[in-house]
């Protein structure tokens, strides 16, 4: 699992950040406080407060540093 800290401040920012990780069939957990929510739906993302940047877990063996460099655009 890698861990890297995303700022989703916008809808636009959001659905983009949405069409980025549907892409991959790997598990993404957002992580704010205290609440974890499966950051591919759309429903548990705006459930976090987006104000603050938030942390995203990525669920892969091997791959995740290629995906970060991917989701580069949305990490702070």
């Known amino acids: 699992m890698k861990t890297v800290t995303v700022h989703l401040n916008s809808i ?3 659905k983009s950040f949405m069409r980025a990780i549907n892409e991959y069939d790997n598990d993404f957990d957002l992580v704010s406080g205290h609440y974890s929510v499966d ?3 759309i429903m548990g993302v705006f459930a976090l ?3 603050r940047p938030v942390q995203l877990n990525i669920h892969s ?3 995740g540093d290629q995906i ?3 989701l580069d655009a949305y990490i702070c």
């Open 49 to 51: 407060d987006l104000s």
């Open 12 to 14: 636009d920012k959001v």
């Open 61 to 63: 063996r091997s791959h």
């Open 39 to 41: 950051a591919k739906s």
């Open 68 to 70: 970060a460099q991917a």
